[in-house]
């Protein structure tokens, strides 16, 4: 265990960065998983921790294009899955 290591106030810091940097939840647990070898961030040790939140906040804030292209790629494979379902019924 890491000295002066406050779980509570590394773990909201994560969730900030990972809250700027828009990331899906299952962009995170892959992630994790790739990097870490855990399932979770409640798996991971204080190390772990403090290594994930550098990589984070080391990540720039990404543009305001980008999350807009994000979303509207989201919506179109929503559409998508959409027209699919209504031929096949």
């Known amino acids: 265990m890491m000295a002066n290591f406050d ?3 590394t ?3 994560i969730k900030d960065e990972v809250h700027r940097l828009k ?3 299952s962009y995170r647990i892959r992630y994790i998983i790739h ?3 855990k399932i979770s961030r409640q798996a991971m040790d204080d190390e772990q ?3 994930f939140l550098g990589v984070l ?3 720039p804030t990404p543009s305001l294009r ?3 292209s994000r979303s509207r790629k ?3 494979r929503g559409r998508y899955s959409q027209k699919v379902l209504n031929k096949s019924v």
Do not use: D
């Open 7 to 9: 779980l509570n106030l």
């Open 23 to 25: 990331w899906a939840k």
């Open 11 to 13: 773990m909201q810091q």
């Open 66 to 68: 980008l999350v807009i």
């Open 49 to 51: 921790l403090t290594h």
């Open 74 to 76: 989201r919506r179109e």
């Open 35 to 37: 990097r870490y070898g």
């Open 57 to 59: 906040k080391s990540l």
